[in-house]
Nanobody, 121 residues
């Protein structure tokens, strides 16, 4: 069984910073791409940032220059450093990882439970 557990969300004023973390645990053989998505009330879930096992990153245009995604492969952990936060960044942030687990021939997508980020103006 695989679990993705997020932490680091909270309430912050506009212009502030938060750092999200997500740890993957379970019978994991390999972790491919890891990423962060977010979903604001009444909106669809959208990709915020992703990072491959080799370190190639991809960002939504709305967060480029403000957010930084990184990962520690030894700890099965992905981070999202969020700076210069804006009220429109308010959403539930979800961790996503494409994992290959013991007993399966290929990777599947797994999701965390989500962590709330609220940015006040």
């Amino acid at each position: 069984q695989v679990q993705l557990v997020e932490s680091g969300g909270g309430l912050v004023q506009a212009g502030g910073s938060l750092r999200l973390s997500c740890v993957a645990s379970g019978s994991i053989l390999t972790i491919n791409t890891m990423g962060w998505y977010r979903q604001a009330p009444g909106k669809q879930r959208e990709l915020v940032a992703s990072i491959t096992s080799g370190g190639t990153t991809n960002y939504a245009d709305s967060v480029k220059g403000r957010f930084t995604i990184s990962r520690d492969n030894a700890k099965n952990t992905v981070y999202l450093q969020m700076n210069s936060l804006k009220p429109e960044d308010t959403a539930v942030y979800y961790c996503n990882a494409n994992l290959r687990v013991l007993g399966f021939p290929r990777g599947y997508d797994y999701w965390g439970q989500g962590t709330q980020v609220t940015v006040s103006s």
